[in-house]
Antibody, heavy 121, light 109 residues
Framework: EVQLLESGGSLVQPGGSLRLSCEASAFIFNKYAMAWVRQAPGKGLEWVSAISASGGSTYYAASVQGRFIISRDNSKNTLYLQMNSLRADDTAVYYC??????????????WGQGTLLTVSS | SYVLTQPPSVSVAPGQTATLTCGGN??????VHWYQHRPGQAPILVIY???DRPSGIPERFSGSNSGDTATLTINWVGAGDEADYYCQVWDTSSDHPGVFGGGTKLTVL
C-alpha cells in the first residue's frame, strides 16, 4: 500500500525557515511527479508546489514563488519543501501528494496525513 | 490565474443524489479531478480526468465536464459521503498551474 509520511512541521517565528520532508514507500518513487498541498485553518485546499519525476521541472503557486523550494532525492524516496521567509499566512497543514503521472498535467492519487506548520511569534 | 468556483455547501437526504458543481472559464476544455476530504484525514481522489474512477471508488461517484461547468454526481448518498469535495485542474497555460476550487461541504441530512 502506498504510504506518504510527512515530517518537519513545527512552530516557527515570522521570517524564519523550515524544511518539510515526505518519505514515500510502496511505489516506484522516481516514476511519478510529487506535490505539496496545504490547508490553512478553516480554509480549503491550496496547491503549493510540484516537481516532475526526474526533479528537472518545478512549479510553484504565486503565493510561495521565490520563498519556497521543492526538491526530491530519488535515491532516498523522499520529497522536500524548503520554506523561507515564512509568514503568518503560511500557517497550515501541509500534505504531500503523489501524482498519477511523471510530469504535468497533474492530478494526485495518494496523499499523506499532513504535517502542521504554525508561523507565529 | 485560472479560477474554479464551487458552491460552499450542498445538502441532500440519505438515498438521494448529490450534484456538486465546479465552474470555470471554458472548463470543458480542461481535465477536472475531484477529491473527497474528511476532517483529520488525507484527501482521496474520487474522479480523475473528468469521469474516471480510481480503483476502490464506488460506481455511485461519477463525473462530467462541459462548457463552463464540471459536475460530480454522487448517487444513493449515505452518511459516509459527508465531507468536503474539491475540484482541481492543471492549467498548463499558467506560470502557477495547480488550481483547486474553494470546496463544497456536502451535508447528509
Amino acid at each position: 500500500e502506498v504510504q506518504l509520511l510527512e515530517s518537519g512541521g513545527s512552530l516557527v517565528q515570522p521570517g524564519g525557515s523550515l524544511r518539510l520532508s515526505c518519505e514515500a514507500s510502496a511505489f516506484i518513487f522516481n516514476k511519478y511527479a510529487m506535490a505539496w498541498v496545504r490547508q490553512a485553518p478553516g480554509k480549503g485546499l491550496e496547491w503549493v508546489s510540484a516537481i516532475s519525476a526526474s526533479g528537472g521541472s518545478t512549479y510553484y503557486a504565486a503565493s510561495v514563488q521565490g520563498r519556497f523550494i521543492i526538491s526530491r532525492d530519488n535515491s532516498k524516496n523522499t520529497l522536500y519543501l524548503q520554506m523561507n521567509s515564512l509568514r503568518a499566512d503560511d500557517t497550515a497543514v501541509y500534505y504531500c501528494a503523489k501524482a498519477r503521472r511523471p510530469q504535468p498535467p497533474l492530478s494526485f492519487d495518494f496523499w499523506g496525513q499532513g504535517t502542521l506548520l504554525t508561523v507565529s511569534s | 490565474s485560472y479560477v474554479l468556483t464551487q458552491p460552499p455547501s450542498v445538502s441532500v437526504a440519505p438515498g438521494q443524489t448529490a450534484t456538486l458543481t465546479c465552474g470555470g472559464n471554458h472548463i470543458g476544455r480542461k481535465s477536472v479531478h475531484w477529491y473527497q476530504h474528511r476532517p483529520g484525514q488525507a484527501p482521496i481522489l474520487v474522479i480523475y480526468e473528468d469521469r474516471d474512477r480510481p480503483s476502490g471508488i464506488p460506481e455511485r461517484f461519477s463525473g462530467s465536464n462541459s462548457g463552463d461547468t464540471a459536475t460530480l454526481t454522487i448517487n444513493w448518498v449515505g452518511a459516509g459521503d459527508e465531507a468536503d469535495y474539491y475540484c482541481q485542474v492543471w492549467d498548463t497555460s499558467s506560470d502557477h498551474p495547480g488550481v483547486f476550487g474553494g470546496g463544497t461541504k456536502l451535508t447528509v441530512l
